[in-house]
């Protein structure tokens, strides 16, 4: 295991699994010391973390604003050089916009934005880092081309994406806030592997995003190259569509009328 206080290290929510898990490795592959936070899923960020050259792992249930506050300060008082925080967790329950369900939206709007707000305010804060510290935001393309499926999901999103630039606005120089939006990438809710080829070619570009552009936009922006406060979006053009349901649902339709 190499001298982790050498190493530019990154937090990333939700870390064990899905496109954390692929933030994680990706990550790792280019030298940092990843921290893997999870929820319930123990199992997997401790195993993925033995298979990295240099991670270790932290729980909190982001439900728990404050405890999530916590979590941030505990490591900005042992990490010495914390460069990047990914709030890549995130709820993603069903409901629409002709029936929001208020227990699935209070749950969204805690996870999905209150709680990674008070976590970047926190990191940018209180990090240590001999270079420029980067908060990397994981939206969603639906910024651009909302549909009324997932409501609270949705929401949730938007009001993340709204910290970005205010948080960047009071950031001081040493600092940086961004968003990644992404399309379509991983099977998601309760698709099928047949329909999720279909509903993520349905962008401009008729193809499926993969998670690796997910992680080389993180990388980038981790670098804090782009103007702070801005928003990548990685969908192969997804979001300049005006699509009026979510993909999963267009591709059963699709697929209802073959």
Same mark, same amino acid.
């Given at each position: ?166 948080? #960047?606005?009071? /950031?001081? =120089? !040493?600092?940086?806030?961004?968003? %990644?939006?992404? +399309?379509?990438? @991983?099977? *998601?809710? $309760? ?30 922006? #981790?670098?804090? /190259?782009? =103007? !702070?406060?801005?928003?990548?979006? %990685?969908?192969? +053009?997804?979001? @300049?569509? *005006?699509? $009026? ?14």
């Amino acid at each position: 295991m190499p001298n982790t206080s050498f190493l530019p290290t990154v937090l990333i929510t939700g870390g064990a699994t899905r496109i954390g898990a692929e933030l994680s490795k990706g990550f790792a592959a280019q030298g940092w010391h990843v921290v893997i936070h999870y929820r319930r899923s123990g199992e997997a960020a401790r195993e993925l973390a033995s298979s990295l050259p240099s991670a270790d792992v932290v729980q909190c249930d982001l439900m728990d604003d404050q405890a999530a506050a916590r979590m941030i300060d505990q490591l900005a008082a042992s990490l010495t050089n914390w460069r990047c925080l990914i709030n890549s967790a995130s709820i993603f329950r069903y409901d629409d916009a002709t029936k929001i369900d208020p227990a699935t939206n209070r749950e969204a709007m805690q996870v999905n934005s209150l709680s990674p707000a008070l976590m970047a305010q926190r990191f940018i804060a209180s990090a240590h880092s001999a270079g420029v510290r980067s908060v990397i935001n994981v939206t969603d393309m639906k910024l651009e081309n909302p549909n009324p499926d997932f409501f609270s999901y949705t929401m949730s999103k938007h009001a993340l994406s709204a910290t970005i630039p205010m948080q #960047a606005i009071a /950031a001081d =120089k !040493s600092a940086r806030v961004y968003g %990644i939006a992404p +399309g379509a990438i @991983l099977a *998601s809710h $309760d698709q099928s592997e047949d329909e999720t080829d279909v509903s993520h070619r349905l962008n401009l570009l008729q193809r499926k995003t993969a998670p690796d552009e997910i992680v080389d936009a993180a990388l980038f922006l #981790a670098s804090g /190259a782009l =103007k !702070s406060g801005s928003t990548l979006f %990685i969908d192969s +053009g997804q979001h @300049l569509l *005006s699509q $009026d349901r979510d993909v999963i649902y267009l591709a059963r339709e699709k697929a209802a009328r073959l």
